[in-house]
């Protein structure tokens, strides 16, 4: 199955996105990557990386974020990757997280994921 990362600046933020996901999709790997080491609001490197090699597989990973600095350090941390399959996708990080984990336990593919979870970004709630 396909990995998901949730990255935020908050680490309950992160969490919360988790819970959701896993509400509808209790056997897909996700993980949350929030906030720093000290519990204080930022994103850590260091998380986001540890948080990638625990739901890594030759599937790949798919990474969701929150805004800015999240995108910034989540960057960051590609360029320094060395593992295929790995990609960040802009979407609704609610919404993307919860469709990523449904298409994951439903064993759709990285690009399958990522075409289906781009399209939340024009989704109306009602």
Known sequence: MVGIVIVSHSQKLAEGVVEISRMMAESAPIV????????SLGTSYEKICAAIEEVYSADGVIILVDMGSAVMTTEMVLEDLDKPNVKMIDCPLAEGAVLAAVESAGGRSLEEISSRIEETRTAKKF
Request: no cysteine; charged share 25%; net charge negative.
């Open 32 to 39: 949350a990557a929030g906030g720093l080491e000290d519990g």
